[in-house]
């Protein structure tokens, strides 16, 4: 099973409608949860970070962690044209650790 | 706004060359860090840096990569003997504190290795 597994995609929706995008994990260690959005050519910029478990809102974008059930979600709402990118998840364990673990990624279209 | 700079954007080389990709993180930072990202497939860490040394690498960064801050301001990148699989868009990244203090990492706009 692979550490974290992400729905490559391609993901299109028209403007305006809600976007789910989601990560499952094995790993329990993991307590740091992160969504990046990536442009092309450009290089992974953080959208939301949650620790352990809940959900975190932030304007328009809203992240879940369910931590039993190993399962990562971020909600766009009202979705725009701009939101077109490639999200990734991330994720990291507890003290210690540096390094994040990325799922592949999910390339979304928003359409005018 | 402060930004992780990398240079060059896009490097071409013949396999077997040695090859250091740069990067100039965010001033005040202390912890620097590579990914790459092979066309297509996930972004994966290759090794953190903190207080002139290595703190953690991944099983990829073996004895043909290595890190350097020779300066105080650049943070680079060495691959001895480049292979074809060294083929990847390599991201740097850095945070200003440990984990739990400070989360967010930044990265670069990241340096396109093409080996032939």
């Known amino acids: 099973q692979k550490e974290v597994e992400q729905d490559p995609g391609p993901l299109s929706v028209p403007e305006g409608a809600i976007v789910s995008l989601n990560c499952t994990y094995s790993?329990?260690?993991?307590?740091?949860f992160m969504w990046y959005r990536q442009y092309s050519r450009k290089g992974p910029e953080l959208l939301m970070y949650?620790?352990?478990?809940g959900n975190k809102e932030d304007g328009r974008f809203t992240a879940q962690v369910d931590k039993s059930s190993k399962y990562i979600s971020l909600f766009i709402r009202d979705s725009q044209p701009s939101d077109s990118a490639t999200y990734l998840c991330a994720m990291k364990s507890a003290q210690g650790a540096q390094k994040l673990v990325f799922g592949q990624g999910t390339r979304l279209t928003i359409n005018p | 706004e402060p930004e992780v700079t990398q240079t060059p954007s896009h490097q071409v080389t013949q396999m077997g060359q040695e090859v250091i990709l740069r990067c100039v993180p965010i001033s005040n930072h202390l912890y620097f860090y590579w990914y790459r990202q092979i066309l297509g497939q996930k972004v994966e860490f290759l090794v953190s840096?903190?207080?002139?040394?290595?703190?953690?690498k991944s099983e990829i960064f073996d004895d043909q990569f290595s890190v350097e801050r020779p300066d105080g301001s650049n943070f680079t990148l060495k691959i001895r003997s480049t292979k074809l699989e060294d083929s990847a868009m390599y991201f740097c990244?850095?945070?200003?504190?440990?984990?739990?203090?400070?989360?967010?990492?930044?990265f670069g706009p990241g340096t396109r290795l093409t080996v032939l």
């Open positions: 949650t620790y352990s478990s």
């Open positions: 990244a850095s945070r200003i504190g440990p984990w739990g203090t400070s989360n967010e990492q930044f």
């Open positions: 840096f903190y207080n002139n040394e290595i703190s953690e």
């Open positions: 790993n329990s260690a993991f307590q740091y």
